[in-house]
């Protein structure tokens, strides 16, 4: 990998992050393409720098909310800051209950498994689609609606669903707002993002030996600034309701995807 292809895969996450098309189905895509060799310690790495950059953007966009956040809970009173904390916090229960149990098995669905990832994304266009016919409300996300979006996102680890699209859907066809939905959706993976990155940091498994760094930086610093750009232009697009451009992008990479994946099967 050369620091043209970081620099792609690192676009690729920063925009698909945010961007309701799924990142690890689109980081998947992009390392067929371009041919991927590296190790799998060095790939776990190149992953983990790429989230660590988009959790960053995301803490940019909504400094302000976090800041807010932070005060309120500080107050040590049961407020509509502390039940939000409370409410990203039980979200999360899902996504860690997968990732701590049922690791080993989501890592065999990764490493070019093309077909998995059109079909995925297919689902993920068919979510988009309902989601933007949905009715815009000024209802806040409750905690009844936090476990089941936790559950849409931890069903998003597959490769394919999209994160914010299946969370942002989900919110939406419960009936909450769009906007706040937006803004829950993208909060509510910082925690889970910096968890996964620690865990991946603690357990080994990374090399650093033969690093790149210059890649590594090359990748960083293109997904800190895609995942800036597709953070706000994300919020503007749901609430508009133009998520069904994305549903239709959705279905003509998965079924190039899946073209893809069966004819290297027939040939």
């Avoid at 800041?67 to 809970?73: E, F, S, T």
Wanted: glycine letters at 8%; aromatic letters at 8%; charged letters at 15%.
């Amino acid at each position: 990998m050369d620091v043209i292809d970081s620099i792609v895969l690192g676009i690729i996450q920063g925009l698909t992050e945010f961007l309701p098309v799924s990142s690890s189905g689109h980081l998947e895509l992009g390392k067929a393409i371009l041919g991927d060799t590296s190790i799998p310690e060095e790939s776990l790495l190149f992953t983990v720098v790429l989230h660590f950059a988009t959790a960053l953007s995301t803490i940019v966009i909504f400094r302000k909310d976090i800041l807010d956040l932070i005060k309120g809970a500080l107050k040590l009173q049961w407020n509509d800051d502390l039940k939000f904390i409370s409410k990203i916090a039980l979200s999360m229960v899902p996504a860690v209950i997968v990732g701590l149990f049922f690791e080993k098995q989501l890592e065999q669905l990764f490493g070019g498994n093309i077909l998995l990832v059109g079909c995925m994304l297919l689902v993920t266009a068919l979510l988009l689609f309902m989601a933007d016919r949905a009715k815009d409300t000024n209802k806040n996300v409750t905690f009844k609606d936090a476990i089941i979006i936790g559950i849409s996102q931890a069903i998003a680890m597959l490769p394919g669903i999209s994160r914010s699209g299946a969370t942002i859907s989900t919110s939406v066809l419960l009936g909450n707002d769009k906007t706040k939905a937006a803004r829950f959706s993208f909060l509510m993976v910082v925690p889970l993002i910096f968890g996964k990155i620690a865990k991946d940091v603690l357990s080994g498994d990374i090399s650093y030996e033969s690093s790149n760094f210059t890649n590594l930086g090359a990748g960083f610093v293109a997904a800190f600034i895609a995942g800036l750009f597709a953070c706000t232009w994300m919020i503007a697009l749901v609430k508009k309701s133009k998520l069904s451009y994305f549903a239709i992008y959705c279905v003509i990479v998965g079924l190039i995807a899946i073209g893809f994946a069966l004819s290297n099967t027939a040939g």
